[in-house]
Every structure is written in structure tokens, then in C-alpha cells.
């Protein structure tokens, strides 16, 4: 018998990556807007879409990361 997961159960470690990213740049910046712009850039995506995986993903302190 096979499990079915959701989609966004699992991300893969690039879309954490990028989360976990967005997330230390809008605590340290303050400004969500700038810090997805500047994620979104680096790794070529929207800053939408960054938004979308960092409401996904809970906030690691950066020495866990």
C-alpha cells in the first residue's frame, strides 16, 4: 500500500533553501518586499514564489541551517 503525500509536505532542499533564506534576510532587512525581491533574483524565480515557500516553511535559527 503506497502513502500518498501533499504537495507541499515535502519541499525539495532548494525551495527550503530559498525559505530559509528569505526568512534570515526579512529579520535582519525588516522589509519582506526587498529581501523576496533580492532571493527571487538570486535564484531565478519570482519574489511571488518566494513568498509562497516561505509561508511553507517555519523560520530555522541560523544555526540549524
Do not use: C, T
Not at 519574489?47 to 541551517?65: G, I, Y
Amino acid at each position: 500500500m503506497s502513502r500518498k503525500r501533499s504537495d507541499h509536505a515535502y519541499l525539495d532542499v532548494e525551495s527550503y533553501r530559498i525559505a530559509q533564506l528569505f526568512h534570515e534576510l526579512s529579520l535582519n532587512w525588516g522589509e519582506r518586499l526587498a529581501a523576496a525581491q533580492h532571493v527571487a533574483r538570486r535564484y531565478g524565480v519570482s519574489a511571488q514564489r518566494v513568498l509562497d515557500l516561505a509561508a511553507k516553511v517555519e523560520p530555522e535559527p541560523l544555526w540549524r541551517l
